[in-house]
């Protein structure tokens, strides 16, 4: 059975790369039937607090990835925090050492920086000389029994590594870029190629789906399997998410976490759609999939190779597109959950049925969010803002004024209750009673009504609102 895991180093808000991680995971493992593990790399102690794990815990069911075992929800493999597994890791080390597949390196940090610069001034490549590397066994015992600290490293075979990854195909690494690299430090700390492997391995984990960025860890991990016995997994690396200028994305290219987006008012689904057509191409020229259609479509064959460039303007007009298609009610509820103080300050008070109503009036025009609570202030507060110079512009307009004075004078035959096929017709019938193109037709009414020339059908405006307030707004906009 497919096996594939999410193990983030819990060091705050998830990164759209990682998400985008976390979310291929998931859709690979649904698709093929499988289970969807989540693990803790938690070994920064000083960053890994209970309070980013919370953080980034809400971020993922936030998305809605649902892990099938580990952290909270347990398992046949666990435990599942890195932290919690230091004996295992420990019993694997001793194995490597008894075996000679790995050796204790008493170098100093002194040491070994000057071993660095003396081949960096003969312009070579540094790598590790192995002065202990055939250390005898006695030798060993009088350090460790003076307290000499040591790390441990791993005896590295004169061979190249390649590694078959199901989106980049065959990459080899050759022999000459490998030295016997540690694998746990000198405070008897893994490394964290040391411990993924064993937590992978012992985890069953079939296949390893993760960044770009660590492919170069590939091959060490490589040795790592073969020197413990394991077999080794199928790794599928991800191509990287790109800043429009094609550097690394980052905070300086503004909201770049998970948490970020939720905050700036963007719905989960409309993530994960944006995020998963970033680097991966559908059979078809599609745009828009829900979560199980995704699941249904998902291959790692469709996954390229090139990294791919993040536009939030693309993000925010498919939020744009995604808050159009929600019903208000659950619109309601995540304003009332994330957005508590600024929903209480728009419409507090207010009867829900009547907020509801605002709500599906104003979500069309929405990009994100927040925005309801600006579109729809002027629907349900009784006095309208006009905020924007173009609007301001189309209501100062002549042919403003000769709109609304004709609707004032034929106030009464607008059919108010008579339903909607009524009022579409008389809204249609405006164009031949008033000669202008449609554009300077309805644009004053709609900035009467509700403040801005681009926003709701006309039709649904006089629909919403009620004839007094109408006749009111019509009223003072024509005083403008």
């Given at each position: 059975?497919?096996?594939?895991?999410?193990?983030?180093?819990?060091?705050?808000?998830?990164?759209?790369?990682?998400?985008?991680?976390?979310?291929?995971?998931?859709?690979?493992?649904?698709?093929?039937?499988?289970?969807?593990?989540?693990?803790?790399?938690?070994?920064?102690?000083?960053?890994?607090?209970?309070?980013?794990?919370?953080?980034?815990?809400?971020?993922?069911?936030?998305?809605?990835?649902?892990?099938?075992?580990?952290?909270?929800?347990?398992?046949?493999?666990?435990?599942?925090?890195?932290?919690?597994?230091?004996?295992?890791?420990?019993?694997?080390?001793?194995?490597?050492?008894?075996?000679?597949?790995?050796?204790?390196?008493?170098?100093?940090?002194?040491?070994?920086?000057?071993?660095?610069?003396?081949?960096?001034?003969?312009?070579?490549?540094?790598?590790?000389?192995?002065?202990?590397?055939?250390?005898?066994?006695?030798?060993?015992?009088?350090?460790?029994?003076?307290?000499?600290?040591?790390?441990?490293?791993?005896?590295?075979?004169?061979?190249?590594?390649?590694?078959?990854?199901?989106?980049?195909?065959?990459?080899?690494?050759?022999?000459?870029?490998?030295?016997?690299?540690?694998?746990?430090?000198?405070?008897?700390?893994?490394?964290?190629?040391?411990?993924?492997?064993?937590?992978?391995?012992?985890?069953?984990?079939?296949?390893?789906?993760?960044?770009?960025?660590?492919?170069?860890?590939?091959?060490?991990?490589?040795?790592?399997?073969?020197?413990?016995?394991?077999?080794?997994?199928?790794?599928?690396?991800?191509?990287?998410?790109?800043?429009p200028d094609h550097s690394k994305l980052s905070k300086r290219h503004g909201a770049v976490s998970v948490g970020d987006?939720?905050?700036?008012?963007?719905?989960?689904?409309?993530?994960?759609?944006?995020?998963?057509?970033?680097?991966?191409?559908?059979?078809?020229?599609?745009?828009?999939?829900?979560?199980?259609?995704?699941?249904?479509?998902?291959?790692?064959?469709?996954?390229?190779?090139?990294?791919?460039?993040?536009?939030?303007?693309?993000?925010?007009?498919?939020?744009?597109?995604?808050?159009?298609?929600?019903?208000?009610?659950?619109?309601?509820?995540?304003?009332?959950?994330?957005?508590?103080?600024?929903?209480?300050?728009?419409?507090?008070?207010?009867?829900?049925?009547?907020?509801?109503?605002?709500?599906?009036?104003?979500?069309?025009?929405?990009?994100?969010?927040?925005?309801?609570?600006?579109?729809?202030?002027?629907?349900?507060?009784?006095?309208?803002?006009?905020?924007?110079?173009?609007?301001?512009?189309?209501?100062?307009?002549?042919?403003?004024?000769?709109?609304?004075?004709?609707?004032?004078?034929?106030?009464?035959?607008?059919?108010?209750?008579?339903?909607?096929?009524?009022?579409?017709?008389?809204?249609?019938?405006?164009?031949?009673?008033?000669?202008?193109?449609?554009?300077?037709?309805?644009?004053?009414?709609?900035?009467?009504?509700?403040?801005?020339?681009?926003?709701?059908?006309?039709?649904?405006?006089?629909?919403?609102?009620?004839?007094?307030?109408?006749?009111?707004?019509?009223?003072?906009?024509?005083?403008?």
């Amino acid at each position: 059975m497919v096996r594939v895991r999410y193990a983030p180093s819990p060091t705050g808000h998830i990164h759209v790369g990682n998400a985008r991680t976390a979310i291929f995971n998931y859709l690979y493992a649904r698709h093929e039937g499988g289970a969807f593990i989540m693990r803790l790399d938690d070994t920064d102690l000083e960053r890994s607090t209970e309070e980013n794990i919370d953080s980034m815990l809400d971020d993922i069911r936030w998305l809605g990835l649902n892990w099938d075992e580990g952290f909270l929800k347990g398992g046949d493999f666990g435990p599942y925090r890195e932290t919690e597994r230091k004996p295992l890791y420990d019993t694997y080390l001793q194995q490597l050492l008894d075996e000679d597949k790995a050796y204790r390196c008493f170098c100093t940090k002194d040491e070994l920086e000057a071993e660095r610069r003396k081949v960096e001034a003969e312009h070579r490549i540094y790598r590790y000389g192995g002065t202990c590397a055939h250390l005898s066994a006695e030798q060993v015992e009088k350090n460790i029994a003076e307290g000499k600290p040591y790390a441990v490293r791993l005896r590295i075979p004169q061979e190249d590594v390649v590694v078959h990854d199901l989106i980049r195909g065959d990459v080899e690494f050759k022999s000459e870029e490998f030295d016997d690299f540690v694998i746990a430090r000198q405070n008897g700390i893994p490394i964290y190629n040391f411990a993924t492997v064993i937590d992978d391995a012992l985890m069953k984990i079939t296949h390893i789906i993760r960044a770009e960025e660590h492919l170069s860890n590939t091959p060490r991990q490589v040795f790592i399997y073969r020197a413990l016995g394991f077999d080794v997994p199928q790794f599928a690396h991800v191509s990287l998410i790109l800043a429009p200028d094609h550097s690394k994305l980052s905070k300086r290219h503004g909201a770049v976490s998970v948490g970020d987006y939720r905050l700036e008012g963007y719905l989960p689904e409309a993530l994960i759609n944006y995020l998963v057509l970033l680097g991966w191409s559908p059979k078809d020229d599609r745009e828009f999939f829900t979560v199980d259609e995704l699941i249904k479509e998902f291959s790692l064959g469709g996954v390229g190779k090139s990294g791919a460039v993040f536009d939030k303007k693309k993000l925010t007009w498919m939020n744009h597109m995604y808050l159009g298609r929600k019903d208000a009610a659950s619109i309601l509820t995540i304003l009332k959950g994330d957005f508590a103080d600024q929903y209480a300050a728009a419409f507090g008070g207010l009867p829900e049925d009547k907020t509801l109503a605002a709500i599906d009036l104003t979500k069309g025009n929405a990009q994100v969010l927040p925005d309801i609570f600006r579109l729809a202030r002027n629907i349900v507060q009784p006095d309208v803002v006009i905020t924007d110079e173009k609007s301001q512009e189309v209501i100062g307009s002549p042919e403003a004024k000769q709109v609304l004075q004709y609707l004032m004078e034929h106030f009464a035959a607008i059919p108010f209750g008579q339903g909607d096929d009524a009022m579409s017709s008389w809204v249609e019938d405006l164009r031949n009673q008033i000669p202008l193109p449609a554009k300077k037709l309805y644009s004053p009414i709609r900035v009467a009504l509700f403040g801005a020339k681009d926003g709701p059908e006309i039709v649904k405006l006089f629909l919403m609102l009620e004839p007094p307030s109408i006749h009111e707004r019509l009223q003072k906009a024509l005083a403008l």
